[in-house]
T-cell receptor
Framework: GENVEQHPSTLSVQEGDSAVIKCTYSDSASNYFPWYKQELGKRPQLIID?????GEKKDQRIAVTLNKTAKHFSLHITETQPEDSAVYFC???????????FGKGTRLSVIA | NAGVTQTPKFQVLKTGQSMTLQCAQDMNHEYMSWYRQDPGMGLRLIHY???????DQGEVPNGYNVSRSTTEDFPLRLLSAAPSQTSVYFC??????????????FGEGSWLTVV
């Protein structure tokens, strides 16, 4: 089955700097890669996703890149703000009736 | 628009007790699932369902039962609670199983402590 590795587990950046979180996956058939943000004490919520027919996707300060050959994808946050502080989860899913598999999460702290 | 509703939000159980975590969604989603979240372990899938009458095991199913008698409801039963089941539990749903790229919506979570 699918295995998703996420790095780093913790990340601290200064406000205004960029943050990058990386994930690798094992199943070459996986074709859907969402990212979820979980604020302290809250539920995870989708912030951006990418499908395997796209190499990069941007939404304001957030971007995700996908390298199918290397089987890895990354979340990029530019001009970080204190409200970006949260735990971020990557996930991967194959086509068909298979559930999402999540990485173990990255705790991002943005220092003002 | 309620989305995914979980109850209770907080619960303390004694070892050996049984209980049911309730989950309901009002979005007519076929796919529902239960995750547990432990520090440093991410979101681990317990059980999932692709439609009424159909359930399947996830990564960590031992000690838990589920049923899906209606599209809306997907309760999670702890048969005989153990301290290792102390965790935060999230119910989630999506239009169909996420392999087809459908957004998963999570409930607010249920904090369970087993003493």
């Amino acid at each position: 089955g699918e295995n998703v590795e996420q790095h780093p587990s913790t990340l601290s950046v200064q406000e205004g700097d960029s943050a990058v979180i990386k994930c690798t996956y094992s199943d070459s058939a996986s074709n859907y890669f969402p990212w979820y943000k979980q604020e302290l004490g809250k539920r995870p919520q989708l912030i951006i996703d990418i499908r395997s027919n796209v190499g990069e996707k941007k939404d304001q300060r957030i971007a995700v890149t996908l390298n199918k050959t290397a089987k890895h994808f990354s979340l990029h946050i530019t001009e970080t703000q204190p409200e970006d502080s949260a735990v971020y989860f990557c996930a991967a899913a194959s086509s068909g009736n298979t559930p999402l598999v999540f990485g173990k999460g990255t705790r991002l702290s943005v220092i003002a | 628009n309620a989305g995914v509703t979980q109850t209770p939000k907080f619960q303390v159980l004694k070892t050996g007790q049984s209980m049911t975590l309730q989950c309901a969604q009002d979005m007519n989603h076929e796919y529902m699932s239960w995750y547990r979240q432990d520090p440093g372990m991410g979101l681990r899938l317990i059980h999932y369902s692709v439609g009424a009458g159909i359930t399947d095991q996830g990564e960590v199913p031992n000690g838990y039962n589920v049923s899906r008698s209606t599209t809306e409801d997907f309760p999670l039963r702890l048969l005989s609670a153990a301290p290792s089941q102390t965790s935060v539990y999230f119910c989630a749903s999506s239009y169909s199983i996420a392999g087809s790229g459908n957004t998963i919506y999570f409930g607010e979570g249920s904090w369970l402590t087993v003493v």
